[in-house]
C-alpha cells in the first residue's frame, strides 16, 4: 500500500532504492507510553544537569531567552519531523524523506552524517558517564565502568525493540522525577517555605548587571550552547517506524513532549537563575547549586548520580538510533546490504554490532590517549544536527507543498505552514552565522562542512558507479 507521503513524493528519483516487501522488516513491538518518553527524555540530559551553567554564565538571566528561542526550534523541527514520519515511517526518518524531496544523494548525506555524529558521541556518553561515576566512587576505574557501559547497552538492544524501549522508559521517567523535585524544592526556596532557608527572592534575576547584563551578544552566545543540549529530540521520528501505529503514536508524542520540554526546561532554569547569581562559580554544577543552597544534603553526588544516568540513557537511545540508520542506509544500497539483515526477534543484529564496534574502539582510543581523541571527533560532529534539523526543514517545506499539489492527505499536518517552518529556518541560519562569526566555534562548522561535502561526494560516486554497474549487466 502506498502511503500519503509517498504518493506526494512520486515522482521519486530514478536511484532511490525503497525496501521492497519481501526486504527484511523490523518489528513494531514499542510501546506508544515509550516512544513519549523517549522523546521526552532524549532532550533531558547532561547539558541540562551540568551544562545549563554555562549558558546561565554567558548571558546571565537573560539566557531565558535562550532556552524559548532553541525551545521554539525544537518544537517546530519536532512537527515537521512528525507530519513525515506520520505519512511514512521509516526507520531512516530524515534522511528517507531527504531522499524523497532532494534526492538519494542527499538522503545518503543526512544518514551518513548523522550516524557518524551518533556513533561518536556514542564514545563519549560511555566515557563521560565512567569519568563522572569516577569522582563518586574513584576505586572503580575508567576504563572498566566505560567499557562496561558499551556491553550492557549492546545486550539491551541485542534484546529487541520492546526490551529497549522499556529501558529507556524508566530511564525517562528517573529524569523526568528529578527534574520534577528539583522545581519544586527550589519554589518552595523562593517562596519561603523551607525551614531555617532564607528566600532570595527575585534579587538575584534584576541584580548583578540586570536581567540581561551583555546584552543581545551574551544572549547568541548562550544559544549557542543551548540549542545543543535539545540534540537528539530526532530519535523519535527513527523509532516512529517501529510502533503499531505510527501516526496516532507520533501525533500523540509530539504534542505532549513540545510542552513538557518546555516546562522542564524553563522551569529549571528560572529556579536556577532565581536561587543562584549568574556571576558564582557554583554554576559548574548547577542543579546541585540550588540544593546546596536549599540545605539538601548530598545534593552533589545526587546530582552526579543522575547525570550518569542521563547520559547512560541517551547511549541507550543514541545505539538504538544509529542502528537503525545504518539499517536504513543498507536497505537503500547506500551501506554495505548485509547490515540489512535482522534476526527472528526482527533486530538488525550487525548493525547495532557495527555502531558499538566503532563507539568501542573510539573508547577506547580515548582510554589510551585521554583528552586527545574524542574532542577532535567531536570538534568535527558537534554542529551535524543542527545541520540534520535544516535538512529535514527543507525536506518537510518541499514535501508538503508536492502533497498540496497533488491533493494528497495527511494523517498529521503541522500549524503555521509555511511561516512556522521558514522562521525555523532562519533561526538555523541565524546560528550558523553565529557559529562562523565566533572565533572558538568556526573551526566546528567548517569542519562540520566539510565532512558533509565528503560525504556527499562518496555518496554521490557510489551511486554512479551503482548505476555504471547495473547498466552493464
Known amino acids: 500500500m502506498v502511503t500519503p507521503l509517498e504518493a506526494a513524493s512520486i515522482p521519486m528519483s530514478e536511484t532511490s532504492v525503497c525496501p521492497t516487501a519481501s526486504a527484511p522488516q523490523l518489528g513494531h513491538a514499542l510501546k506508544p507510553r515509550q516512544l513519549i518518553m523517549m522523546g521526552l527524555g532524549s532532550a533531558i540530559g547532561a547539558g541540562l544537569f551540568l551544562g545549563s551553567g554555562v549558558g546561565v554564565q554567558a548571558a546571565g538571566p537573560a539566557v531565558l531567552i535562550s532556552y524559548l528561542v532553541a525551545g521554539a526550534l525544537v518544537i517546530i523541527v519536532m512537527n515537521a519531523l512528525g507530519e513525515m514520519a506520520a505519512a511514512k515511517p521509516a ?6 524523506y531527504a531522499g524523497d524531496a532532494m ?6 548525506t543526512v544518514g551518513w552524517l548523522w550516524w557518524t555524529q551518533v556513533v561518536i558521541v556514542i564514545a563519549a556518553e560511555a566515557v563521560g558517564a565512567g569519568g563522572l561515576l569516577a569522582t563518586i566512587w574513584p576505586q572503580i576505574p575508567v576504563p572498566l565502568s566505560s567499557l562496561t557501559f558499551m556491553v550492557l547497552f549492546t545486550v539491551v538492544n541485542l534484546m529487541g525493540v520492546r526490551n529497549f524501549g522499556e529501558f529507556e522508559f524508566w530511564f525517562a521517567i528517573m529524569k523526568v522525577a528529578a527534574i520534577v523535585l528539583f522545581i519544586a524544592i527550589g519554589g518552595a526556596l523562593l517562596l519561603g517555605l523551607l525551614p531555617d532557608v532564607p528566600s532570595p527572592g527575585w534579587s538575584n534575576v534584576t541584580g548583578h548587571g540586570g536581567f540581561a547584563p551583555k546584552g543581545w551578544a551574551g544572549i547568541g552566545a548562550a544559544l549557542l550552547v543551548v540549542v545543543f543540549a535539545f540534540g537528539g529530540t530526532e530519535i523519535v521520528a527513527v523509532a516512529a517506524a517501529e510502533t503499531s501505529d505510527p501516526a496516532r503514536s507520533l501525533a500523540r508524542a509530539i504534542r505532549t513532549v513540545a510542552w513538557r520540554i518546555l516546562v ?6 528560572s529556579v536556577i537563575i532565581a536561587v543562584v547569581p549568574w556571576t558564582s562559580e557554583t554554576l559548574r554544577s548547577p542543579f546541585a547549586a540550588v540544593l546546596d543552597v536549599a540545605r539538601i544534603p548530598y545534593a552533589s553526588t545526587t546530582i552526579t548520580l543522575i547525570a550518569v544516568i542521563a547520559l547512560l540513557s541517551a547511549l541507550n537511545a543514541n545505539l538504538y538510533g544509529a542502528s537503525r540508520m545504518i539499517f536504513s542506509l543498507a536497505q537503500r544500497r547506500e551501506a554495505p546490504r548485509w547490515l540489512a539483515r535482522v534476526n527472528r526477534r526482527q533486530v538488525p543484529v550487525l548493525a547495532v554490532l557495527s555502531c558499538v564496534a566503532f563507539g568501542f574502539i ?15 571527533l567531536l570538534n568535527i560532529v558537534g554542529a551535524t544536527c543542527l545541520l540534520v534539523w535544516t535538512m529535514a526543514l527543507v525536506s518537510q517545506l ?10 494528497t492527505p495527511l494523517p498529521f499536518r503541522m500549524r503555521g505552514f509555511p511561516v ?13 552565522a553565529l557559529l562562523v562569526s ?20 562518496a555518496s554521490e560516486l557510489a551511486r554512479r558507479h551503482r548505476e555504471k554497474k547495473r547498466a552493464t549487466v
Request: hydrophobic share 60%; charged share 15%.
Open 91 to 96: 526507520s531512516g526518518a530524515f534522511s528517507v
Open 103 to 108: 534526492g538519494a544523494t542527499a538522503g545518503a
Open 398 to 407: 518541499i514535501l508538503r507543498r508536492r502533497a498540496e499539489r497533488l491533493g
Open 264 to 269: 522542564f526546561y524553563i522551569g529549571s532554569i
Open 420 to 432: 512556522v517552518t521558514i522562521a525555523a529556518l532562519v533561526i538555523l541560519a541565524i546560528i550558523f
Open 438 to 457: 565566533a572565533d572558538e566555534t568556526r573551526g566546528q562548522f567548517l569542519s562540520m562542512a566539510a565532512l558533509t561535502a565528503g560525504i556527499a561526494l
Open 362 to 376: 573510539a573508547t577506547v582510543f580515548e582510554l589510551w590517549f585521554p583528552n586527545r581523541v574524542l574532542p577532535v
